[in-house]
């Protein structure tokens, strides 16, 4: 059984930083890719940013570019974001979410149906 755990969510003032960090468990997790999606009160799951199995491709929603970078550490199972430059339109549970196969097509990261095991989620507040 896929388990992912997230962790790193907190209260923060705008243009602060957070570090999220989500740990798999439960399959080989250098196999498959991962991404981030954040859901904020009243709103759909959204987007945020992808990696693929390697590590060597990233893809972001245009919301966060420049300010959020994600990175896995395959050694440690680990899928991280680093968030700087918050702002208040960033609160929302953040969700870890892995992928089904190996590779994926640009396209396919970032849709919320190319990925079959989600954590439980953290939650980020940004006050302004």
């Known amino acids: 059984q896929v388990q992912l755990v997230e962790s790193g969510g907190a209260l923060v003032q705008a243009g602060g930083s957070l570090r999220l960090s989500c740990v798999a468990s439960?399959?080989?997790?250098?196999?498959?890719?991962m991404g981030w999606f954040r859901q904020a009160p009243g709103k759909e799951r959204e987007f945020g940013a992808a990696i693929s199995w390697s590590g060597g491709s990233t893809y972001y929603a245009d919301s966060v570019k420049g300010r959020f970078t994600i990175s896995r550490d395959n050694a440690k199972d680990t899928v991280y974001l680093q968030m700087n430059s918050l702002k208040p339109e960033d609160t929302a549970v953040y969700y870890c979410?892995?992928?089904?196969?190996?590779?994926?097509?640009?396209?396919?990261?970032?849709?919320?149906?190319?990925?079959?095991?989600w954590g439980q989620g953290t939650q980020v507040t940004v006050s302004s």
């Open positions: 439960g399959r080989t997790f250098s196999n498959y890719p």
């Open positions: 979410a892995a992928g089904r196969t190996r590779k994926y097509i640009s396209g396919t990261y970032y849709q919320a149906e190319s990925y079959d095991y």
